[in-house]
């Protein structure tokens, strides 16, 4: 599966940013889809998971309660919308796609699949 992310931009803080992340092929709803971030000089790390259904959901914990993960199965896409936006959610993010679930899907490794980041800036 190929994967496309977007959405990404500059923003102040306490703003809002929708991601989106269209996937091709006919398979999308039998994958777990993920986000994750890399910020500068930080290594990348977990954002937020969803299953195959739509119907669970797990974040990190800086995130949980602004962000919120979603997909539409029948447009192939998942979403990330990110309410009050604060100066450290800079970064590159990535959506993700795997065939597999462990642990609420929070390591890259579980990820078969990854789409190209797309940059927040959060600025103060």
């Known amino acids: 599966v190929q994967l496309q992310a977007s959405g990404g931009g500059l923003v102040q803080a306490g703003g809002s940013l929708r991601l989106s992340c269209a996937a091709s092929?006919?398979?999308?709803?039998?994958?777990?889809m993920g986000w994750f971030r890399q910020g500068p000089g930080k290594e990348r790390e977990f954002v937020a998971s969803?299953?195959?259904?739509?119907?669970?959901?797990y974040y990190r914990g800086s995130v949980k309660g602004r962000f919120t993960i979603s997909r539409d199965n029948a447009k192939n896409t998942v979403y990330l919308q990110m309410d009050s936006l604060k100066p450290e959610d800079t970064a590159a993010y990535y959506c993700?796609?795997?065939?597999?679930?462990?642990?609420?899907?929070?390591?890259?490794?579980?990820?078969?699949?990854w789409g190209q980041g797309t940059q927040v800036t959060v600025s103060s």
């Open positions: 092929g006919r398979t999308f709803s039998s994958y777990y």
């Open positions: 969803i299953s195959r259904s739509g119907v669970g959901s």
């Open positions: 993700a796609a795997s065939r597999t679930y462990s642990n609420y899907n929070t390591s890259q490794s579980l990820f078969d699949y």
